[in-house]
């Protein structure tokens, strides 16, 4: 059994659910063959978010670990290739903090590559009949904060771990009201099964086109 460490957040601003967490435990409770899931909620705060992710890193000695959050208004689930070094907060966090152009880490590097082959993942999902897209920007609030502390941290301390991050449209009850890109949490769930899978046993990515503007 591969050990797996899924994470999604907390609620963040004024939300009552988070679609990121209602997809990851679902994957938690039925998990794919093979693998051992444990799902992690993250607190949506800079700088504590990381350190509970060290903290079960350190606790469940994962071979893999990929975080999820959730990007409102985007169509499809995303995998992150790129986390930059750079807090530049839109709003504030739910401790009330608000960073403005702050490196994450101040002597890391400006940016890390996740280590997971983003278009074999993105593959895995379309084929489960779910849209997929490769993102190359995971903002910069919390999530990106997370995903590149996680990198990071393989990258100086872990090196035999594999990690990433995905972004997932918000959930249906969240957005009747605007008409927004959404996907129901079983649906989201079934997309980071599939992920999963193909994260685990891909180690090269595969030569598809899925470069983008944005």
């Not at 435990?25 to 063959?33: E, F, G, I, K």
């Not at 986390?83 to 903090?97: E, K, M, Q, S, T």
């Amino acid at each position: 059994m591969t050990r797996v460490l899924l994470t999604g957040f907390e609620p963040f601003d004024g939300a009552t659910a988070n679609a990121s967490w209602e997809a990851v435990r679902l994957v938690a409770d039925a998990p794919p063959p093979g693998l051992a899931v444990t799902a992690v909620r993250l607190s949506c705060v800079f700088g504590l978010a990381a350190e509970q992710l060290r903290a079960a890193i350190a606790e469940l000695d994962p071979a893999l670990v990929l975080c999820v959050g959730v990007a409102d208004g985007r169509p499809d689930l995303t995998v992150e290739r790129i986390a930059v070094n750079l807090d530049d907060a839109r709003i504030p966090d739910n401790a009330g903090r608000q960073p403005i152009d702050r490196p994450i880490e101040p002597t890391g590097p400006a940016a890390y590559f996740t280590t997971l082959p983003v278009k074999a993942c993105v593959a895995a999902v379309r084929a489960a009949g779910l849209p997929a897209s490769v993102s190359h920007t995971a903002g910069t609030f919390v999530c990106n904060h997370v995903f590149y502390r996680l990198m990071h941290l393989i990258a100086t301390e872990r090196p035999a771990v594999r990690g990433g991050f995905v972004h997932l449209p918000a959930l249906p009850e969240q957005v009747l009201a605007a008409a927004r890109p959404c996907l129901p949490a079983a649906t989201a769930a079934s997309g980071l099964r599939a992920l999963l899978t193909a994260a685990t046993f891909h180690r090269a990515d595969l030569p598809l086109v899925g470069g983008a503007l944005h």
